[in-house]
């Protein structure tokens, strides 16, 4: 119900790049400023198209990696939204940024903004371990790609890539089996469940 005007947005001129939510040190894709900012200093399109929107509280160490990779003109920092608000950047946005934790137990971890992100019906980058459990429902989804915390030759090869998409006016997701995250969907299973117990 969420994205049911999704449509009707325009997407962002600027190849811009959003994150939505809480940006703690444990979550800083430290990898992410690093290879944007490579990208910049090869290319002189690139720098000028893109755009990375931070929506949420960020940590101080994400400040420092702005500032060390040259980021902060190229970012837009919005501390807090309404929740309308915020889908509806993510619904205009180019692509979407999903960094998780960079901690030993990630692997069962799944954020809830990632079934939003399904909702906007952009490309995730997904930056975490490539076997744990977000990384096999993108990939099972084809919402999105997903990159090691250390691989920054790849993270490099797949944003140029959707920046070329983008300048061609193609990036979009041909997302499959997504429905089936749906809250309806999943409150339908567990209905199954309770009659069957009962």
């Known amino acids: 119900a969420d994205f049911v005007d999704a449509g009707k947005l325009s997407l962002d001129k600027q190849f811009t790049i959003t994150h939505v939510g809480s940006l703690n040190k444990d979550r800083n894709p430290f990898i992410f400023w690093k290879t944007i900012n490579e990208l910049i200093q090869e290319n002189k399109d690139f720098a000028n198209d893109i755009k990375i929107k931070l929506i949420g ?3 101080v160490s994400v400040n420092d990696e702005l500032e ?6 190229n970012t837009t920092l919005i501390e807090s939204l309404p929740h309308k608000e915020v889908l509806n950047h993510i619904i205009k946005s180019q692509v979407l940024l999903l960094p998780l934790n960079d901690v030993p137990n990630i692997d069962g971890v799944i954020p809830g903004k990632m079934y939003e992100y399904f909702g ?16 096999k429902i993108i990939q099972e989804t084809q919402t999105g790609i997903v990159v090691d915390f250390n691989n920054s030759n790849g993270l490099k090869k797949e944003i140029f890539s959707m920046y070329q998409e983008f300048k061609k006016g193609n990036l979009k997701v041909n997302a499959q089996n997504h429905q089936q995250y749906s809250r309806k969907h999943l409150a339908a299973k567990i209905a199954d469940v ?3 117990i009962s």
């Open 120 to 135: 906007a019906k952009r490309p995730i980058i997904c930056i975490g371990k490539e076997d744990g459990d977000a990384a």
């Open 57 to 59: 509280p960020i940590d």
């Open 194 to 196: 309770l009659n069957e």
């Open 68 to 73: 060390k990779n040259n980021l902060t003109t």
